[in-house]
Nanobody, 126 residues
């Protein structure tokens, strides 16, 4: 059974930085394409960033491009999302998602991912 566990969320001031992590187990981690999504209260879950199996392909939402960086360390079964210049509108529950059947590029559509973590709260105070 594949499991994904996020950590690293918290409270940060506007302009600050935070790194969230996603650790996978129960499968060959290097076979997952991984995406980070977020969901704010009353809003739909939205794509934030995604990374291919060996890290050579990355994608970002326009709203985070230049501020967030996704990376992975397959030896540690971990994907990271480094978030800089955080803004109040970045406040949300952040989820990581994985899929082993996806093509090489991470999809932006949540329903295309088979496995999900429980989420970690990121709150940016103004």
């Amino acid at each position: 059974q594949v499991q994904l566990v996020e950590s690293g969320g918290g409270l940060v001031q506007t302009g600050g930085s935070l790194r969230v992590s996603c650790v996978g187990s129960g499968g060959t981690f290097s076979s997952y394409v991984v995406g980070w999504f977020r969901q704010a209260p009353g809003k739909e879950r939205e794509f934030v960033a995604g990374i291919g199996r060996i890290g050579s392909i990355t994608r970002y939402a326009d709203s985070v491009k230049g501020r967030f960086t996704i990376s992975r360390d397959n030896a540690k079964n971990t994907v990271y999302l480094q978030m800089n210049s955080l803004q109040p509108e970045d406040t949300a529950v952040y989820y990581c998602a994985g899929d082993m059947r996806m093509g090489p590029a991470p999809a932006r559509t949540p329903s295309l991912y088979a496995y999900w973590g429980q989420g970690t709260q990121v709150t940016v105070s103004s």
